[in-house]
Nanobody, 117 residues
Framework: QVQLVESGGGLVQPGGSLTLSCIAD????????MAWYRQTQAPGNPREWV?????????NYADSVKGRFTISRDNAKRTVYLKMTSLKAEDTAVYYC?????????WGQGTQVTVSS
């Protein structure tokens, strides 16, 4: 069972920045296409895809975060990062990482990001 552990969330003012980290406890990490997702606390909301970083290093972003968020990885540390800048109130959510394939690893606990003045 792969364990995913997200960290780095917190409370930040609009326009601020945060960098999230996610450690994936698996030797498969370096070959995995990794993604970040987020979920607001409204009941029934599905997880929203945020960004993907493919193992060949190219990346895709949701339109809502393009130009503001950057996904990166350190295969030696089995860690994927999400650098978030120019944060907006609508970025408030619990952020999760997982592989980008249809079949996911078990979800971690996520990390809460709250953007508020």
């Amino acid at each position: 069972q792969v364990q995913l552990v997200e960290s780095g969330g917190g409370l930040v003012q609009p326009g601020g920045s945060l960098t999230l980290s996610c450690i994936a406890d698996t030797s498969l990490f370096s070959s995995a296409d990794m993604a970040w997702y987020r979920q607001t606390q409204a009941p029934g909301n599905p997880r929203e895809w945020v960004a993907t970083l493919f193992s060949d290093t190219h990346s895709n972003y949701a339109d809502s975060v393009k130009g503001r968020f950057t996904i990166s990885r350190d295969n030696a540390k089995r860690t994927v990062y999400l650098k978030m800048t120019s944060l907006k109130a609508e970025d408030t959510a619990v952020y999760y990482c997982n592989r980008a394939t249809t079949i996911k690893w078990a979800w971690g606990q996520g990390t809460q990001v709250t953007v508020s003045s």
